[in-house]
């Protein structure tokens, strides 16, 4: 019972020192309880009648322990809620004198619940107090979230290894649902209101409290881990934290995060797939508003550089091109909206040049960039309508005139050169192009293009490979066409001069390539599918994740498409001895 001693109580020293010195312990302990028990004169002839019922003394003081310390809670309460200015300076200077008669007992566990929950209700903890706190392990992980905060605060570090395996945790998560073998569903199918609910985001939560100092630390450690790995699941929660307090209306953070308002809109666009004018005006008018050198601009090149957002805006930017297309007669470089998008993704794409640097300026985009290369992408968009056109006049005139030969499409135009060249040298070619492929992947037009447009995204300069998200988004949309697969042309596009063709050693590769497998493999030519799979193989250097879903796989394939392949060859031996 360490501590009540320096209170006036005796606690167990003396009773130890008292029955080592007694000539008659018996007495002694008696004295001990008469002097230390309840003092209450109604209370003697009560205690009897506890005894004929059994009712041990232990039992007796522990209930009456457990009613007192919830009334002293009560009360502890009660001064801490006094809000008036003079009444809630008398209440905390009483919290505090409190504190400091009560804090030596802490070390009592049974008492240390109580000034665990002083500590909660004082506005401030005196620094020597949060010393004692920091220095006794037992103390410190007993210590309520409320009074972590205070030590934190404090003490970065500790706030730090708290923090550290959360985002560890976090990323994984992000990982693991983007390689899972149980949906063909992309990263992106998850609405932004849902991934907000998450355990993690909440335990995020809890610990930055209202405290603006812990959000600036938690947003820190966010740039710092994003500059070191490149790994834009910290960018998502950047935007994703932001958001979160928002929705738990924690205005004492959200109004000093000045990133708050263009965050807001656009969680909105990605929470409707699409940035529409009016939205994209507000999103204009806030980047037009920062001051140059403004370091918020990092962080808004942070939040763009989200997954979700990048896909939403190259979905914005693809869907308006092919409006302009269909609808109008006008040039990309006249459209304001485009020039918009191309904009965000410029910046969403240099978002760790502008943090690694600390030079915060908007990357200029090149004039060549919407004037050359966006036009000649569009008419790659303009040939896939014209032959979707054909394809339709086709299937027309073989229904009207089934006695005539029927028809067939012209054979594609080469790629223009300007598509060729931009897609090896410029981001944000890349980027439309990943997104127009996942889109006629959804689509019934322009599949044709697929094999010819992926082997150029194998050799650009935006190195994709280090953004499982965009590969994600695609294999996903590969996924929902297996019956492309069943055509060689198609698989070798893919996997040869695609998925395979950089470093099929790559963990992350062999999940990409393993996901794909596990849903188009049926479609898929066998001797092909062998080939693919023995180059995929995990070695021992793999990670247990890789060997898994490898296993996995073969386990499916195993029993399906490769078993039936074992029965038609034997069916087909026999045929031949016959």
């Known amino acids: 019972m360490s501590g009540l001693e320096e209170i006036g109580i005796p606690g167990s020293e003396y009773l130890r020192d008292t029955l080592t010195n007694c000539s008659d312990p018996l007495r002694a302990i008696e004295e001990f309880q008469t002097e230390n028990g309840i003092l209450l004169p109604s209370l003697q002839p ?50 505090l004198e409190l504190l400091a008669k009560s804090y030596p007992v802490i070390k009592v566990p049974v008492l240390r619940p109580i000034v665990m929950h002083l500590l909660q209700r004082v506005d401030t903890i005196p620094p020597g107090t949060i010393k004692k706190l920091v220095t006794d392990k037992e103390l410190y992980r007993d210590c309520p979230i409320e009074v972590k905060r205070h030590i934190w605060r404090q003490n970065q570090s500790l706030f730090g290894d708290e923090l550290s395996p959360l985002l560890t945790e976090y990323v994984s998560h992000k990982e693991e649902s983007m390689f899972s073998l149980s949906t063909k569903n992309s990263l992106y199918s998850v609405s932004p209101k849902t991934r907000r609910q998450s355990e993690l985001i909440a335990k995020q939560l809890e610990m930055i409290g209202q405290q603006v100092k812990l959000y600036d630390v938690t947003l820190q450690f966010l740039r710092t881990l994003f500059l070191r790995t490149r790994n834009v699941h910290y960018c998502t929660l950047r935007a994703e934290l932001l958001m979160a307090l928002h929705d738990a209306n924690n205005n004492a953070i959200c109004e000093v995060d000045l990133c708050h308002k263009f965050a807001w809109c656009l969680d909105a666009c990605i929470r409707e797939r699409m940035i529409d004018t009016k939205r994209g005006i507000q999103l204009e008018k806030y980047l037009d508003g920062l001051r140059k050198g403004q370091e918020v601009l990092g962080d808004i090149a942070m939040i763009l550089c989200d997954p979700f957002a990048i896909y939403t805006i190259s979905r914005s930017i693809v869907n308006l091109l092919e409006q302009v297309v269909v609808v109008s007669e006008g040039l990309p470089r006249d459209n304001r909206e485009i020039a918009l998008l191309l904009r965000l993704a410029n910046l969403a794409l240099s978002a760790w040049d ?18 050359k290369l966006v036009p000649s992408i569009q008419s790659v968009m303009v040939d896939d309508q014209i032959r979707l056109s054909d394809s339709r006049i086709i299937e027309e005139l073989a229904r009207d005139h089934p006695e005539d030969e029927p028809g067939s499409l012209p054979t594609p135009e080469p790629l223009p050169k300007t598509v060729v060249a931009g897609i090896k040298c410029n981001k944000l070619a890349v980027l439309i192009t990943l997104q127009y492929v996942d889109k006629v992947c959804n689509g019934n037009y322009g599949r044709h293009n697929i094999p010819r447009l992926l082997p150029l995204l194998a050799d650009c300069e935006l190195d994709i490979w280090q953004n499982d998200s965009l590969i994600n988004g695609l294999v996903s949309s590969l996924c929902s066409i297996p019956d492309e697969f069943a055509r060689p042309a198609f698989c070798q596009g893919v996997f040869d001069e695609f998925l395979l063709r950089s470093s099929s050693s790559q963990e992350n590769v062999i999940k990409h390539v393993v996901r794909l497998l596990y849903f188009v493999a049926y479609k898929m030519p066998v001797d092909i599918l062998v080939t693919i799979l023995e180059v995929v193989r995990p070695s021992e250097e793999h990670s247990v994740p890789v060997h898994k879903a490898y296993t996995t796989l073969r386990d499916k394939l195993d029993k399906s498409v490769l078993s039936k392949d074992d029965e038609d060859t034997d069916v087909s031996d026999n045929m031949e001895s016959d």
């Open 46 to 95: 009560a205690l009897p009648l506890l005894d004929l019922h059994n009712v041990r003394r232990l039992q007796f003081h522990q209930s009456v322990f457990l009613e007192l310390r919830t009334r002293l809670m009560e009360r502890i309460d009660a001064l801490a809620s006094k809000t008036e200015p003079p009444d809630q300076k008398s209440g905390q200077k009483q919290l």
């Open 354 to 371: 502008i943090i690694d640097s600390q030079v915060f300026k908007e990357p200029r985009l090149s004039s060549d960039t919407i004037s």
